[in-house]
């Protein structure tokens, strides 16, 4: 089946492959939109927990994102590569290493989430209003994520 063909009857009732499909969609254009910001939707998500939380150890910021410890090394890495983000020993536990964002980690998080968010509106624009908010109300409460986060249809995160 090509990406634009419709689901064969059998399927297109059978919620894994209606998720996975939407899923697969969503990644592509996400990918697309951020391409020019240098930074994909993962790096995107690490720089939002950094921001909206202050000042994370590497494995708080890894169990907010539900990623192992060994992926968020690798994104940190690369963020940092990339100026985004800088680590530094934490003054209370030499162990831990505290992530913080850099002013161009800052101003690049601001740039890519106005796309991010005019990613979605167009992935959305097939639903009425009242149903991409239905939709990703739903989404929260499958994932455990509390009621009325700061997630609305025209911005699901």
Do not use: W
């Amino acid at each position: 089946m090509t990406r634009d063909a419709p689901p064969d009857d059998v399927l297109s009732s059978r919620l894994g492959y209606l998720l996975k499909h939407a899923y697969l969609r969503l990644t592509e254009e996400s990918a697309r939109s951020l391409a020019p910001h240098g930074i994909d939707g993962r790096e995107l998500a690490v720089l939002a927990v950094l921001d909206s939380h202050g000042e994370l150890s590497q494995l708080e910021a890894a169990g907010k994102l539900g990623i192992d410890r060994t992926t968020m090394v690798a994104l940190v890495d690369a963020l940092e590569g990339k100026h985004l983000v800088e680590r530094r020993r934490s003054p209370q536990d030499r162990r831990k290493n505290i992530v913080e964002l850099t002013t161009t980690g800052r101003e690049r998080l601001r740039d890519a989430e106005v796309v991010r968010r005019e990613m979605e509106r167009r992935f959305l624009a097939p639903l009425s209003g009242a149903d991409a908010t239905l939709l990703v109300q739903a989404l929260q409460r499958l994932v455990g994520a509390p009621a009325g986060s700061t997630a609305q249809a025209s911005d699901p995160t």
